[in-house]
C-alpha cells in the first residue's frame, strides 16, 4: 500500500525559503512519477513541479520557475521541494501525489492517483 507524507511546511516571511520533502512507504519513489501540487484556500489545485520516474525530466509552472527545485533522493526514498524567494502568493497546502503511468501533462493533478495528505505553507511579514 503507497503511503505518502509531507514535511517541511511552515510559516516563512517574504523572500524567505522552505524545503518540502514527500516522503514514500511501500513503494519506491524511483519507480514513480512524483508531482507537487498546492491549493489556496478557494481556489482550485494547480500543478507546481513534478520528475518524471524514468527520465528524470523536471517540470515547473510558470509561477515558480527559477524559484522552486524539484529533486530525487532514491536512497531516502525522498523527493523535496525547494523553494525560495517565497512571497504570499505561493501560500498554500501543499501535496505530493505519485503515478506509474506514462502521463501527458505532469502538471494536472487528475494525472495522480496517490496523495499524501498535505503540508501547510504560509508566508507571511
Known amino acids: 500500500q503507497v503511503q505518502l507524507v509531507e514535511s517541511g511546511g511552515g510559516l516563512v516571511q517574504p523572500g524567505g525559503s522552505l524545503r518540502l520533502s514527500c516522503a514514500a512507504s511501500?513503494?519506491?519513489?524511483?519507480?514513480?512519477?512524483v508531482g507537487w501540487f498546492r491549493q489556496a484556500p478557494g481556489k482550485e489545485r494547480v500543478g507546481v513541479s513534478s520528475i518524471s520516474s524514468y527520465d528524470g525530466i523536471q517540470t515547473y509552472a510558470d509561477s515558480v520557475k527559477g524559484r522552486f527545485t524539484i529533486s530525487r533522493d532514491n536512497f531516502r526514498n525522498v523527493v523535496s521541494l525547494q523553494m525560495d524567494n517565497l512571497g504570499p502568493e505561493d501560500a498554500a497546502i501543499y501535496s505530493c501525489a505519485t503515478t506509474s503511468w506514462q502521463i501527458m501533462d505532469p502538471l494536472n493533478f487528475r494525472e495522480y492517483d496517490h496523495w499524501g495528505q498535505g503540508t501547510q505553507v504560509s508566508v507571511s511579514s
Open positions: 511501500g513503494v519506491s519513489l524511483s519507480t514513480l512519477t
